[in-house]
């Protein structure tokens, strides 16, 4: 983003340098993509995507249709989610309600994860929370103690150390840790955990379309328009992703038929018009890298065992608010043109919780908190497999280059022990 745009902050690493570790991430939670499409912008590819897009349902053959009328190319999202079996989970079949579980597995979460982890003798200790860290005359650490549940205190020891909390709950640990030796923080030597925090903020619109779109006959959430993920606009204002939600709109049609005071036969037949006629729409945008949108421990609120809440300041900055001024015409173009009535936009950014940045990675120790390899600039043996090491944010889900990054921490970790 610095080199291209001259905003942000660049990453320690290439995409060259991600690429195969992406393809490594998306075996592993099996990931389907538009095989055989051609999607500019898109990032170059060794490998084609381990599963290939399922087909769209009404709603998104309905939306790609009317909005490349008007010079948008509504393309499938890739996604961990199963086109067909694989990896022991079966294919999607469009139960529309995975949004957070998969009601029959077919959509990865890290609990897979964490059960081939446990079978080749990883040891999971449950509802153990670190809240310190020991550190030796090099710096290098050497114990983290736990609570458990009954504030009963916990030390393990290793050879290497990994955090990985994501975005909140690992610099928080990090400040909360803060020693003799590092009174600011572990890892903090630079002054940047917690600081640097980034999401992809949205705005989301809601309205009734002239003709029947069927929202909600499929997967959820299949497609996105991708023209502008990228380009020279980025030194001025962010990034987007526009996107229809294929979500049943049932529920939400219920609610506003009840509200009318509409009862018996009327009622029913409310429902089932709203229910055909509601769409759901979203922008999403990129935020830059700022030491201002920080996390602190919290010096009034603590938890049940005594340990500060954290305190996050937060400010989507001018890059983002003069691209929402552009977000929201997209918006309303589109809505007329589905023949949209009883539009309604949020006045506000509503929050993605995909959160990066607080660990930010860089090459200069004095200005960031992990290296490429997402190993801390202070403590060698100490790494932050975390989204809060991403540079950037990007404009959508950051799930898939978190996985990326901690798989590349994996091969920095082997070969110290290899050395050990």
Known sequence: MQSLYGVGRDYAITYDELEPYYYEAELEMGVMGPNGEEIVPSAPRQHPWPMTSMP???????????VKKLGYDNTPVPQARNSRPYDGRPQCCGNNNCMPICPIGAMYHGAYSVWKAEA???????????????????????????????KRSFRVTAKTFVIS?????????????????????IANSSDQVGRNMMDHPGIGMSFQSAEPIWSGGGSVQMSSIT?????????????????????????????KALSMGLVGRK??????????????????????????????????????LGIPHPEVTYDVGEYVRKSAKLSREHLKRIAEALGGTEIEM????????????????????????????????????????TGAAMAAAGTVNS???????????????????KHV
């Open 227 to 255: 023209n502008y993920r990228d380009g020279p606009f980025r030194a001025d204002y962010s990034a987007i992703q526009i996107g229809y939600n294929n979500t049943a709109q049932n529920s939400r049609a219920g609610m």
């Open 120 to 150: 080749l003798g990883a040891k999971v200790i449950a509802n153990a929370v670190v809240y310190s860290i020991e550190t030796d005359a090099s710096n290098r650490v050497v114990a983290m103690n736990y609570y458990d549940p009954d």
């Open 399 to 417: 799930t898939l280059t978190m996985a990326a990054l901690s798989l590349r921490a994996g091969d920095a970790i082997l070969r110290d022990l």
């Open 346 to 385: 949020t006045s506000f950014f509503t929050p993605n919780n995909h959160i990066t940045g607080g660990t930010i990675m860089g090459l200069d120790p004095k200005d960031s908190v992990v290296d490429g390899w997402l190993r801390t600039h202070d403590h060698a043996n100490l790494f932050l497999a």
């Open 56 to 66: 769209y349902g009404p709603g998104d053959r309905k939306f790609t249709e009317v």
């Open 267 to 304: 009622l029913d037949e409310e429902i089932r018009r709203r229910t055909a006629h509601g769409v759901d729409m979203y922008v999403n945008h990129e935020t830059l890298a700022h030491p201002d949108n920080r996390l602190v421990l919290s010096k009034t609120h603590r938890d049940a």
């Open 165 to 185: 909390g994501n975005g909140i709950e690992t610099p928080k640990l990090l400040l909360l840790a803060a020693n003799d030796r590092n009174p600011n923080g």
